[in-house]
């Protein structure tokens, strides 16, 4: 869905040139490289517990690669589309009202839209979170989950 904004363009199109390298039509990663990298990032550094890079950035789809330290958390929250974990390396636990679970490489699990969890690392850990979304622009999509 293309959505028109001043100047003629739509909003997929402006996306696309503002972030073309998370938008490009044929994306490919080599995610040893990418999370080498994460590990120099002034934020693996600081001992905030994780640092974290989106590869693929379209209006109804987000490729996120995580790298998290031993013992870290990634706070309560939910998203609006349904996700998927892809965990590469180390041991993570996901809590939710409903259920808990523990995952490592190898492992994917998935999560319908609105679940309210959180993710803590057992060990030293790296996962692909992808996110998908319903079609709408963010607004509508928040306001449908306001709805549920």
């Known amino acids: 869905m293309s959505t028109n904004v001043p100047g003629g363009k739509s909003a997929i199109s402006q996306e696309r040139t503002k972030l073309p390298s998370l938008t490009g039509r044929l994306l490919q990663f080599n ?3 990418e999370l080498r990298k994460l590990r120099n990032q002034e934020s693996w550094q600081r ?3 994780r ?5 693929a ?3 109804d789809l987000h490729v996120v690669l995580v790298l998290m330290k ?3 958390r990634m706070g ?3 998203v609006d589309g349904r996700t998927s974990l892809h965990i590469l390396q180390g041991r993570i636990r996901i809590h939710s009202p409903q259920q808990s679970l523990e995952a490592s490489a190898n492992d994917l699990v998935a999560l319908d839209s609105g679940i309210l969890h959180n993710v803590e690392a ?3 850990s790296a996962f692909l979170i992808t996110i ?4 709408g622009t963010k607004e509508q999509r928040h306001a449908t989950f306001r709805l549920m």
């Open 122 to 124: 057992l060990e030293e």
């Open 51 to 55: 640092s974290s890079k989106t590869l």
């Open 70 to 72: 031993a013992h870290s």
């Open 132 to 135: 998908s979304w319903p079609g």
């Open 57 to 59: 950035k379209y209006p």
């Open 47 to 49: 001992n905030t517990g």
């Open 31 to 33: 995610l040893l490289d």
């Open 76 to 78: 309560e929250h939910h």
